[in-house]
């Protein structure tokens, strides 16, 4: 089972860890991608998920429906992938369940390419607090970020990548003639389409979003440009 790998706006950035004179950002995707991956490929009713608690420990498994176990005649069509989540600081059990099964999912092979993630680095001013552990002076600084574009081998490795923040390339790795290409690149019918839900999921006209950029169609939007709109939506701006 081949998936294909994680598009730019399939990926989301959260700071890594704090330190004197920046910050760390880890790429990572959420389960939806993973639901929305799996229908594409094998269809809604191609797969199901299962969870069972094993001495405290939550797991998840991710069974997909292959016919040829069937006619090998074992009895059971499907093939069947397990991992344990992490607590969440939030809600515990919700937060495990979830984790669970976008870690079953890479185990399939879903996002695995994150892994190869190049190490990043954004600058910021920072102060320790009384215990000694490092702050952001401004908390702005760590909000914002969003995978402009992204390349990878022929091995599902990461070859180019860009952070941006607002209409800024903070962080590039790779060839950035690539990353520029890749980030100029119409967006697809049903990129355009999620972005008309967005709109009128927070109220917003879809016409005020092509009149801005200055389109006749969403599908003449960029996947720089969407990245940018599909935040800015999310957030209510």
């Not at 690149?185 to 990129?191: F, V």
Request: proline share 3%; glycine share 10%.
């Amino acid at each position: 089972m081949q998936f294909r790998t994680l598009k730019p706006q399939e990926i989301d950035c959260r700071i890594g860890g704090i330190y004197a004179g920046g910050f760390t950002l880890l790429l990572y995707k959420d389960a939806r991608v993973d639901m929305d991956i799996l229908d594409e490929t094998v269809g809604p009713n191609g797969w199901q998920r299962d969870h069972k608690e094993i001495k405290g420990n939550v797991y998840c498994g991710v069974g997909i429906f292959d016919p040829g176990l069937e006619r090998l005649k074992t009895g059971d069509p499907w093939s069947w992938k397990w991992d344990a989540g992490a607590e969440s600081f939030t809600e515990k059990e919700k937060g495990e369940a979830s984790d669970a099964f976008k870690r079953a999912c890479v185990n399939w092979g879903i996002g695995r390419e994150l892994y190869s993630a190049p190490f990043i680095w954004i600058k910021a001013e920072t102060y320790q607090d009384n215990s000694g552990k490092w702050r952001l002076k401004n908390q702005k600084d760590g909000r914002g970020f969003y995978v402009g574009a992204i390349e990878y081998t022929e091995g599902r490795k990461i070859a180019f990548l860009s952070i941006v923040k607002g209409d800024t390339v903070v962080f590039s790795y790779g060839d950035p003639k690539a990353a520029q290409n890749a980030e100029n690149e119409r967006i697809t019918q049903s990129m355009a389409t999620r972005i008309e839900a967005l709109a009128m999921t927070h109220g917003r006209k879809v016409e005020d979003i092509m009149n801005a950029y200055k389109v006749r169609e969403l599908t003449e939007l960029t996947n720089r440009q969407y990245a940018n709109i599909v935040r800015r939506l999310e957030n209510g701006e």
